[in-house]
């Protein structure tokens, strides 16, 4: 049959089994939103209050579900006010089909009017992308999109399609994912598109290597990263761990990969990794890492990384290993395959004396508790006592997203949402709608700095409008808490531009918006605003005042060696 270019992106949206995106209209794509009339029902669209919002919505909702969110936006500052969140999406890996429409064919090289280079501008921070400028090409073009947004180590993928190809018409036949590889055509389209992202099969023998080093080592460890999360690869690692008998660390993606509560779990490793987790790394003779980049918030210093130890490295990109870190052994493959295998040929280790040494140091930091003012652990422990043990939890970046990962235990994959290859302050927000719209029967939380907030709070509007009851805590300590902790500790206290003095009132915003809001200053009254804000089922914000100079503990020096801990 004959469709419009629009009615063919609609279609093939349905094909992915998408109904959920998140969007703002332009003029350049008023035709795919004309069409979308068409569509409700079938497809629910979340008008937000920003581009950059509807980015981190469909992130949020593509890292909790795991399916491949989408999200639409118009031409030039429409497809560039995406780009932050594509970013963000691309450096945590996570797949999200983006959708814009440029000005038409004839207006293209003109400087005409909201004109850009979108995919020149999306090239470097996308896994693909693409623009269509004949609609004849547009349907193969979607279903090439989303098949490698999630193929491999998933990640965003952009389309550009010129207005002119959303009017025009072309024949289209449905055909639904599930039958895409058996219909020779796309089998074929498929091989070709995914040539690049093909993951090779696993050798065998490198699984038999590291068994082998495995039963060798007496002071093995493991690093439990975004890949493991990526791969839904939690119930397999939680295994892996056990075999080894190995204390595990998790990085910041990496949360949700293994249980908080498994007693093999040291906690966060790095910058602000816990002491457990760092001297670890620093003593064992075998650190095999699972889905982890060793970025710089890990590997601080690589010449002296576990410089004790044998490093194994299992990702599923090849292009990562030995970027930052040299490794003595890698296995290429999916985290769920790898270590789906490894279990098969492990028996049980025991490596109890190693065990109690790592064990003999915090996982967690003590805070001194019991001032005139909340902390930071009183918030966590608070909100982890009265939320729902299965709570998502969706942060921003700062110190925040710190005490939250120290504190909070996670268990499952996509119950941690946070911006941590990026570190994209005003992630939260956007992130929390994506994940309460994919998740409607789990409690989801918003846990934000005061300056993060500041960046996207427009997007209440859209909490309230569709009345998702996300509910926001601010830890609120009236500065840019952790650039002030470096200005602290390494920049002699000089304080530039940092202290937040100023407004909004927090309480006032979201009333303003429609919400509920509360200030808090102590652990009671936090504890009635929380039962409070679940009792009210609507969209929420606390603000919760802490100290100017709360710091995150530990902390490593950007640089230094992995136990080389900073005095706070």
């Not at 270590?339 to 003999?360: A, D, G, P």
């Not at 979201?510 to 936090?526: F, I, M, P, S, T």
Request: charged fraction near 20%; proline fraction near 4%.
């Amino acid at each position: 049959m004959k469709l419009s270019g629009a009615d063919i992106l609609m279609e093939c949206l349905l094909e992915q089994d998408v109904d959920t995106i998140f969007g703002y209209p332009g003029g350049t794509i008023l035709n795919v939103y004309d069409a979308l009339v068409k569509y409700r029902g079938r497809i629910n669209h979340y008008l937000t209050a920003h581009e950059q919002g509807a980015s981190h919505a469909a992130d949020g909702y593509a890292r909790s579900t795991g399916k491949v969110g989408v999200a639409f936006a118009t031409s030039g500052p429409g497809a560039t006010n995406l780009t932050t969140g594509v970013a963000t999406a691309y450096m945590d890996s996570s797949p999200v089909v983006f959708i814009s429409c440029n000005v038409a064919e004839n207006l293209i090289g003109k400087d005409s009017f909201q004109e850009v280079d979108s995919t020149g501008i999306m090239l470097p921070i996308t896994k693909s992308n693409f623009q269509v400028t004949d609609v004849n090409k547009l349907a193969d073009t979607v279903r090439k999109a989303f098949a490698i947004a999630r193929s491999g180590r998933p990640g965003p993928v952009f389309i550009d399609i010129l207005k002119n190809v959303t009017a025009e018409m072309a024949e289209y036949e449905f055909i639904p994912r599930r039958e895409h590889k058996a219909a020779g055509a796309i089998r074929s389209l498929y091989e070709r598109s995914l040539a690049d992202f093909k993951v090779p099969a696993i050798d065998e023998e490198d699984i038999d290597k590291l068994v082998e080093m495995i039963n060798e080592s007496e002071k093995p460890m493991l690093i439990c990263g975004g890949g493991v999360v990526r791969a839904r690869a939690h119930k397999e690692f939680n295994e892996f761990s056990n075999l080894v008998d190995a204390p595990t660390a998790i990085t910041v993606m990496g949360g949700g990969g293994m249980q908080g509560r498994n007693p093999h779990t040291t906690g966060m490793i790095g910058m602000h990794g816990s002491q457990a987790s760092n001297i670890a790394c620093d003593n064992c003779d075998l650190l095999i890492a699972v889905g982890c980049r060793f970025s710089d918030r890990v590997a601080l210093d690589p010449q002296s990384f576990a410089k004790q130890a044998k490093i194994v490295h299992i990702d599923i990109d090849r292009s990562e290993i030995n970027k930052n870190i040299m490794t003595d052994h890698h296995i290429i493959g999916d985290a769920k395959d790898v270590l789906r295998m490894l279990n098969e040929r492990l028996t049980q280790q025991e490596h109890t004396e190693w065990k109690n040494f790592v064990f003999s140091y915090p996982t967690e930091t003590v805070y001194e508790e019991g001032g005139d003012t909340l902390t930071p652990k009183q918030v966590c422990d608070t909100i982890a006592r009265l939320v729902p043990q299965d709570t998502i939890v969706a942060t921003d970046v700062g110190q925040h997203q710190m005490w939250a990962i120290q504190h909070f235990h996670f268990d499952y994959p996509g119950q941690l949402i946070t911006s941590g290859g990026f570190g994209t302050m005003g992630f939260g927000l956007g992130a929390a709608i994506g994940a309460k719209v994919g998740n409607p029967d789990k409690m989801v939380i918003h846990v934000a700095g005061d300056g993060s907030f500041r960046m996207n709070c427009n997007e209440l509007c859209t909490e309230q409008y569709y009345n998702i009851p996300v509910i926001t805590f601010i830890f609120d300590n009236r500065t840019l808490g952790m650039v002030r902790q470096w200005q602290n500790l390494i920049y002699k206290k000089n304080f530039s531009e940092t202290t937040l003095d100023r407004g909004p009132d927090f309480v006032k915003l979201a009333e303003a918006y429609g919400l509920h809001g509360w200030r808090v200053n102590n652990q009671k009254d936090l504890e009635k605003a929380i039962l409070e804000a679940m009792d009210c089922g609507e969209g929420c914000v606390i603000d919760c005042m802490l100290d100017i100079d709360e710091m995150v503990r530990p902390m490593v020096g950007g640089g230094s060696h992995i136990t080389d801990f900073m005095k706070i």
